[in-house]
């Protein structure tokens, strides 16, 4: 018998996985806070053996060197990859065994595409594929990016995905669990999963890079590549370097006087805080990324690569969950943190900042009253539909493009609330009168405002 345990990366929109047998087991693509990896192998009652990566990640710092280190497990990473550490080089056909007392063995399927070495591991039960990690190659209904690694190589790579795909479907049972590493929100993904799980049958008949020729594939594929996100530039070389153990003690404590003095030198004081809880009081200057939402991608995205952060968090787990997100983008130690309320951060004599939250149909009542609408939504996003007027800037180049916004009162809106919540404190910190619009895109049309498509 065998198992394969699912281990969540929720905020990225990634899963890594435990797979094994009775006494050993193999984790794959694992997280940078690899407690929760070691935490399910003691839960399992089972040694890591393996540890292996399916490509040199672009959107996450990886835990597999720290855990390969911890546990003494073989480290096998793809033979084409360039990394500065000593690791078991992996080609393609190679075997390695997992549980001998359960017949387990991993095998490695070169499955280029996504990265031009990214490699798939079919796990075999006495000889028969039963699973198969994908990392970011076939994922559950699409694939992984193929634009991530050089641009030149872009459509190239999108072929090379079409045919590994095919070599999966082709050398694997239909009843072959798929389990991939990307997929799930996150960026790496040329779209999102259709569902929590497949198998190479269920993707033959769904998945375009199956059901489609090379052609028209990839013209497809090259069609619906979105944005990708800034800090992306600084995982694949921090993944080839070798990342360090991570640190997840508790900050420095800052007091009021602190941070007014970290916000005067001009660094990043983010409050972690629900975007309601923010627009109703918070610290001058400071800026909402929540923490219950993709708190890591955006503010990785959006923060200038090095610049120190300040977070402001209601309570002391809120504050360790937020670390534990951050660490896994390569933000590894906050300058320094405070918790409570924003009465407690703010200097005593010192009004808080607020600005007013609003629905769509609050502004189809003043869209004629020459406000200022503001989009910051992707370009994909807006491309299907978008109010009539309105000024688009996406919310992850907002904090470069603040003099582009046009003067008047602001309402900036999303697709949903969250991203507006981060723009409107970017624009809130720089002085302006702004309004959030906390509410879905497709209650635009229904309150009335004009929405056009192009």
């Given at each position: 018998m065998f198992f394969v345990d699912t281990i969540e990366v929720a905020g990225l929109g990634n899963r890594s996985y435990l797979a094994g047998g009775r006494r050993t087991a193999v984790a794959v693509d694992p997280p940078r806070d690899i407690d929760r990896v070691l935490a399910a192998a003691a839960?399992?009652?089972?040694?890591?053996?393996?540890?292996?990566?399916?490509?040199?990640?672009?959107?996450?710092?990886?835990?597999?060197?720290?855990?390969?280190?911890?546990?003494?497990?073989?480290?096998?990473?793809?033979a084409a990859a360039r990394v500065a550490y000593p690791r078991v080089p992996?080609?393609?056909?190679?075997?390695?065994?997992?549980?001998?007392?359960?017949?387990l063995t991993l095998r490695a399927l070169a499955t280029p595409g996504h990265t031009p070495h990214h490699t798939s591991y079919a796990l075999e039960e006495n000889g028969t594929a039963v699973a198969v990690f994908t990392g970011g190659s076939l994922l559950i209904g699409t694939v992984g990016?193929?634009?991530?690694?050089?641009?030149?190589?872009?459509?190239e790579l999108a072929r090379a995905q079409h045919a590994s795909a095919h070599r999966l479907a082709k050398e694997l049972p239909d009843d072959t669990a798929v389990l991939p590493t990307h997929g799930f929100g996150s960026f790496c993904s040329?779209?999102?999963?259709?569902?929590?799980?497949?198998?190479?049958?269920?993707?033959?008949?769904?998945?375009?890079?199956?059901?489609r020729d090379v052609d028209g594939f990839v013209a497809n594929l090259l069609a619906v590549l979105d944005d990708i996100p800034a800090y992306y530039a600084h995982m694949s070389p921090a993944n080839a370097a070798g990342p360090a153990p991570v640190d997840l003690t508790p900050p420095a404590v800052a007091d009021a006087e602190e941070i007014a003095a970290r916000l005067a030198a001009g660094e990043w004081v983010v409050d972690l805080r629900n975007r309601v809880a923010f627009a109703e009081g918070h610290v001058a200057?400071?800026?909402?990324?929540?923490?219950?939402?993709?708190?890591?991608?955006?503010?990785?995205?959006?923060?200038?690569?090095?610049?120190?952060?300040?977070?402001?968090a209601e309570s002391p787990e809120q504050l360790a969950a937020a670390q534990r997100e951050l660490v896994r983008v390569g933000i590894d130690r906050p300058a320094a943190a405070a918790t409570g309320q924003p009465s407690n951060w703010a200097r005593r004599g010192e009004?808080?900042?607020?600005?007013?939250?609003?629905?769509?149909?609050?502004?189809?009542?003043?869209?004629?009253?020459?406000?200022?609408?503001?989009?910051?939504?992707r370009d994909a996003e807006r491309a299907s539909g978008h109010v009539d007027g309105s000024?688009?800037?996406?919310?992850?180049?907002?904090?470069?493009?603040?003099?582009?916004v046009p003067q008047g009162q602001v309402w900036v809106h999303c697709a949903g609330g969250m991203r507006a919540a981060i723009a409107a404190s970017l624009l809130d910190a720089a002085g302006r009168d702004v309004v959030a619009v906390d509410d879905g895109f497709d209650s635009a049309e229904k309150a009335g405002l004009p929405v056009r498509t192009h």
């Amino acid at each position: 018998m065998f198992f394969v345990d699912t281990i969540e990366v929720a905020g990225l929109g990634n899963r890594s996985y435990l797979a094994g047998g009775r006494r050993t087991a193999v984790a794959v693509d694992p997280p940078r806070d690899i407690d929760r990896v070691l935490a399910a192998a003691a839960r399992r009652g089972v040694r890591i053996s393996h540890v292996v990566e399916t490509h040199v990640h672009n959107d996450y710092v990886t835990g597999g060197l720290a855990l390969a280190r911890v546990t003494g497990a073989a480290y096998l990473v793809p033979a084409a990859a360039r990394v500065a550490y000593p690791r078991v080089p992996v080609h393609d056909g190679d075997r390695c065994e997992v549980d001998t007392t359960a017949g387990l063995t991993l095998r490695a399927l070169a499955t280029p595409g996504h990265t031009p070495h990214h490699t798939s591991y079919a796990l075999e039960e006495n000889g028969t594929a039963v699973a198969v990690f994908t990392g970011g190659s076939l994922l559950i209904g699409t694939v992984g990016r193929p634009d991530l690694v050089e641009p030149r190589l872009t459509e190239e790579l999108a072929r090379a995905q079409h045919a590994s795909a095919h070599r999966l479907a082709k050398e694997l049972p239909d009843d072959t669990a798929v389990l991939p590493t990307h997929g799930f929100g996150s960026f790496c993904s040329s779209s999102q999963a259709q569902g929590e799980s497949t198998t190479i049958g269920k993707e033959k008949t769904s998945n375009e890079a199956l059901t489609r020729d090379v052609d028209g594939f990839v013209a497809n594929l090259l069609a619906v590549l979105d944005d990708i996100p800034a800090y992306y530039a600084h995982m694949s070389p921090a993944n080839a370097a070798g990342p360090a153990p991570v640190d997840l003690t508790p900050p420095a404590v800052a007091d009021a006087e602190e941070i007014a003095a970290r916000l005067a030198a001009g660094e990043w004081v983010v409050d972690l805080r629900n975007r309601v809880a923010f627009a109703e009081g918070h610290v001058a200057g400071a800026f909402n990324f929540e923490a219950e939402g993709q708190l890591a991608t955006y503010l990785a995205w959006l923060i200038p690569w090095g610049k120190p952060v300040t977070l402001l968090a209601e309570s002391p787990e809120q504050l360790a969950a937020a670390q534990r997100e951050l660490v896994r983008v390569g933000i590894d130690r906050p300058a320094a943190a405070a918790t409570g309320q924003p009465s407690n951060w703010a200097r005593r004599g010192e009004a808080l900042a607020s600005f007013p939250r609003a629905t769509f149909a609050d502004l189809a009542k003043h869209h004629k009253d020459g406000v200022v609408v503001l989009d910051v939504r992707r370009d994909a996003e807006r491309a299907s539909g978008h109010v009539d007027g309105s000024v688009h800037i996406p919310v992850h180049t907002l904090h470069r493009r603040l003099h582009e916004v046009p003067q008047g009162q602001v309402w900036v809106h999303c697709a949903g609330g969250m991203r507006a919540a981060i723009a409107a404190s970017l624009l809130d910190a720089a002085g302006r009168d702004v309004v959030a619009v906390d509410d879905g895109f497709d209650s635009a049309e229904k309150a009335g405002l004009p929405v056009r498509t192009h």
